[in-house]
Nanobody, 121 residues
Framework: QVQLVESGGGSVQAGGSLRLSCAASGGYCMGWFRQAPGKEREGVAAIDNNGRTNYTDPVKGRFTISRDNAKNTLYLQMSSLKPEDTAMYYC???????????????????WGPGAQVTVSS
């Protein structure tokens, strides 16, 4: 089981930026997911061990996922934030190499406790 802990959440005004970090003990694919109150958890971005990435359409051009394997850390740089980005953000890891940069939560077996991101208008 991969251990994950998010940090870097907070409150920001629309148009601002935040960077989330996730201390992780491993994972072939790693991803960021978010869940707003009353909504299902959705995939935001994924990255594999070779640095290939995948993003959901609403965040393309605004969010950047990266990982530092030497530091066992996953990042999500968020810019041009919008109120609709407000959610609890989770990092997740999939240990199988057959994760195919999926943004589906069921593919990921390990999850962090989450970090709140609030964007005000």
């Amino acid at each position: 089981q991969v251990q994950l802990v998010e940090s870097g959440g907070g409150s920001v005004q629309a148009g601002g930026s935040l960077r989330l970090s996730c201390a992780a003990s491993g994972g072939y694919c790693m991803g960021w997911f978010r869940q707003a109150p009353g909504k299902e958890r959705e995939g935001v971005a994924a990255i594999d061990n070779n640095g290939r990435t995948n993003y959901t359409d609403p965040v393309k051009g605004r969010f950047t996922i990266s990982r530092d394997n030497a530091k066992n850390t996953l990042y999500l740089q968020m810019s041009s934030l919008k109120p609709e980005d407000t959610a609890m953000y989770y990092c997740a890891a999939a240990t199988s190499r057959f994760c195919y940069l999926s943004l589906q939560p069921y593919v990921y077996s390990s999850w962090g406790p989450g970090a709140q991101v609030t964007v005000s208008s």
